[in-house]
């Protein structure tokens, strides 16, 4: 044992020994902070104050070591820093209180999972864990794992200092430190392909640690706001309007001091508190981001994410495969539609409740055989809300708005195409609105065990003769943008006085499922 770093963390000095492609052994030094001792914890806060411990410990430890790397200082080695581990173990098949659909484990065996960012996880790690202590009466493990923490991952998301690197160092970063590991950046476990084998510890939770900090990167660049900021109810829209809106009626929200929501942060995360008119910290940043996302915060989350993934299947699989490892409670699609049918008049609304998915971007992780259902929590929810600001029930709702199939596709301009052939499968489908996203949201929500739920707004009838041009449109949006928010937001807030775990319905579990959800 020894101290690398003047005032930092005693370290630990290995030996790997390699065998080239001629066969000549090779060794190097691999240096690591020191050892630590396993701990058990029936108490959930202190488990997860653990996990927080040797984090910390690790990522200080990369931190130090690139900063000398900088310099020019760093002792030519391997350096390597771990991800803490969390162990869970039981021997019976015995039945836990399986009414939630997670926080329990179905047969005995070594469950296990990678964390990062714990102090950012904290309030969903220790939910999760109380709920696997009182279930099974058993104690859970934290250790260091032996997976390493990438150094690109060590370093805060959207760090300078991931590129910087001076000409006069000659020794490789990846001879260095650890770098992505794709082996390790997958969704086996959530798309059910993942193989366990005898011997080797079952899946604890649905995303390894090295894939939640690539997603947690990838947020801050596609969103241009951090993480942290994010809320457990997210809207997705495909129209700056709806952005203008959000950010009017936010501001005015924050002026007036409503009690619902304390601070309103937009990209470059500036910030405007509770009771100011003005933004009191944060920069803009110097040109708009692809997804740019706007959060009216809540006390534990329980505000409102708005993000513009624009137009396409494309962006929104991948802003949601992101999103999805901050877990979050609920997400809508807020967009515009093409109506199908005579009966529908611009303006109208369609509450999905079942998907036509000719999106094609998720077709290798979830097969299109498989059905997407309606969540009945989401959709009393969103009915809900439409019949309180519209002001009609009932029966009178039907006039403004249609629950029915809603086709995704892939290319905008499909009425281009002959239209016999896609025509005729529309109304086979039964579809009533067709888009580009709404189904793709859905159905990563359903690989991804995310609630979801789609309410769209007619703004051109294509097969009607009704096509969306520059005049008409403008009208729309100033009659229609502000209701269909609006709804869209109480919606959530509806949802926010459910209890979580009625959201997480069992629908979204399959035969195997993590521990966490």
Known sequence: MFVL????????????VSQNSKGIHMSTDLITPGPTSPQTYTDAEAAVDQLIHLYKQSTHFLRAAFAQ???????????????????????????????LSYGH????????????????????????????????????????????????FALEAGSALAVQRPQQ???????????????????????GTHEIKPGLPMPLAPFTAQRVDYS???????????????????????????????????RDLMASGDSRYHSFV????????????????????????????????????????????????????????????????????LGHCAGLRNTQELGDYVLAHAYVREDKVLDADIPVWVPIPALAEVQQALEGAVAEITGLEGYELKRIMRTG?????????????DQKEPVRRLSQSRAVALDMESATIAANGFRLRVPYGTLLCVSDKPLQGELKLPGMASEFYQTQVSQHLEIGMLAMQKMSEMKAEKLHSRKLRSFFETAFQ
């Open 169 to 191: 160092i000659t020794t490789s970063l990846r001879d260095t430190f650890d770098v992505p590991d794709i082996a390790q950046v997958n969704d086996y476990i959530v798309n």
């Open 266 to 333: 937009e990209p470059g995360n500036v910030i405007t508190l509770n009771g100011e008119s003005e933004p009191s910290s944060g920069t803009p940043p110097p040109r708009q981001s692809q997804m740019p996302a706007f959060h009216l915060k809540a006390g534990k989350s329980r505000g409102i994410t708005l993000v513009n993934i624009g137009v396409g299947p494309s962006n929104a699989k991948t802003i949601t495969d992101h999103i999805a490892v901050l877990r979050p409670h609920a997400w809508l699609m």
């Open 216 to 250: 947690l990167h990838r947020l801050v660049h596609y969103t241009a706001t951090s993480p942290e900021h994010f809320q457990n109810y997210v809207l997705f829209t495909n129209y700056p309007f709806y952005i203008d809106e959000f950010c009017r009626l936010a």
């Open 105 to 152: 484990v179905d047969q005995p065996g070594l469950y296990t999972t990678t964390v990062t960012q714990p102090v950012l996880f904290r309030g969903y790690l220790i939910h999760q864990l109380l709920l696997l202590i009182k279930n099974h009466n058993e104690p859970v493990e934290v250790v260091m794992s032996d997976v390493p923490i990438p150094l690109h």
């Open 69 to 99: 790397y900088l310099t020019g200082e760093l002792p030519p080695h391997k350096h390597r820093a771990y991800y803490p581990e969390i162990r869970f173990r039981t021997s019976t098949f015995a039945r836990a209180d399986s009414r």
């Open 5 to 16: 770093f003047a005032g930092s963390i005693a370290v630990s000095k290995h030996v790997i």
């Open 405 to 417: 199939t809603v086709a995704s596709i892939d290319n905008r301009n499909w009425e281009l195409q």
